[in-house]
């Protein structure tokens, strides 16, 4: 009998695992993870984290699922892969042999490059317990600073204010997020981060974090302020886990290199979920995505081809809708100024391919926080932003997934064409 050892109990080794099962009912799969808390949603622990969902709303697989699934779980951490003799160790504590290996252990919050950054109150969010951290630590504090750019700043910036917490968010560069973001975006959010209490700090990095009998008590910033304050939360991007494959002599660049098989440089070695960088055989490129889907698709794909199908992942136009200071916002496609930003490594929630700045037109619709912006290519749609009013998040995605011929909409570039309606009707007529 097949054993398929799993590592990582994030969407992507789930997923690989559910399609394991329905392929191979009797085959031995055993999952590996050092955090016992199980499968939730980490994009939800957002929502946790501003009280607008219980705890157990994270929650995406019953007792019953899982004993459908009929997996081993072993708790632990793998310390060592053994690709010529199929082992994976536990330190000290253990072996165990697989016939196929998955790795799908995520990435894991850069911490703060600054003295003071392993002071009481210096928090990430990452996972669940990160969110517990932070929910516990708000209670008393009066005040934080926030750093980073991209998503998981602004949601730590959200969360810390619902929980009444005086917030001032400092961010490296003149505007918020700028290689996504165009200045009009970037200015929208920012104005309702500051109607909202937010005290934004422009160009204002922390060059040190003050600390009292082990907590934090103040930010000293590389402006020469001193900010007073009890927490210190942390966005500046993510690391990919490559340790235990590079250790292993896999390949690797800025994640484990797969090709469109999933498979690492090891044949009985897969690689899934974030931490895959997998490569696209139409543009031998590799991308990185940190996000929840393609990371499912991901274990997915991975599942299939370690029962010894051949399926190729086909990588989709990332797609991620989230809520961004209170704004309802799509983001599809290649939508990037080419700009630097506040992060410092890969952003979590995010896709390479939306900082790429694409040959294209911007085209764009305001109305107070509707805002839509295209980037119109040579005949396709290429990317787009939709921020508020969601009515073309839908039709756009569809219409840039599907990389549908627009010649017949060219007029959409006219100056102060009705963008929404031309876009409606569009797709309403290729639905027809
Ligand atoms: C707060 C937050 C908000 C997000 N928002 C969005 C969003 O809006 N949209 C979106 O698309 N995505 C979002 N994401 C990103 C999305 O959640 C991730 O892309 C997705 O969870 C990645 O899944 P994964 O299975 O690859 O890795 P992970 O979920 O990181 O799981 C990896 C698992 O492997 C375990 N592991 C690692 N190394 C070892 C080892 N050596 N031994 C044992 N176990 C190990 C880890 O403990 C972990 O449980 C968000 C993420 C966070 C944290």
Redesign the pocket.
Known sequence: MTRYVI???????VAAISSLRALEGSAEIVQ????ARGFYS??G??YYLTDEIPEKMLTIYTKDDWRKLKTRFVK???TTINPQKHQVEFGALGKLSYDRLLL????TAVPAAVPGAALQGVVK???FDDSRRIISLARRAKTAVVLGGG??AL?LVEGLKARGVKVHYFLRGKRYWPNVLDEAESRLLEQRLAEDGVTLHFQTEAAEILGKSGKVIAVRTTRGETIRCEMVAVGIGVKL?LE?AKAAGLATDKGILTDENMRTSQPDIFAA???AQVRDPVSGQAFID????P?REK?RIAALNMTGRKIPYQRKVSV?V?RLAGVMTTIIGAVGSGVDDDLVSVA??SSESWQQLPNTIAMESNMDVNHVRLMIGENTLLGAMVMGEQKLSLPLQEIISSKVDISSIRHLLHPGAPLGQIIMDFWESLKS
């Open positions: 590592v990582g109990n994030g969407v992507a080794g590996v993870a050092e955090d980490r994009p622990l957002a632990g951490v793998v799908a252990t995520g990435s969010l990452d996972d998503i998981i949601e886990r235990l979920g974030d931490v940190t996000l929840w889907y990371a274990g991620n989230l979590r929630g």
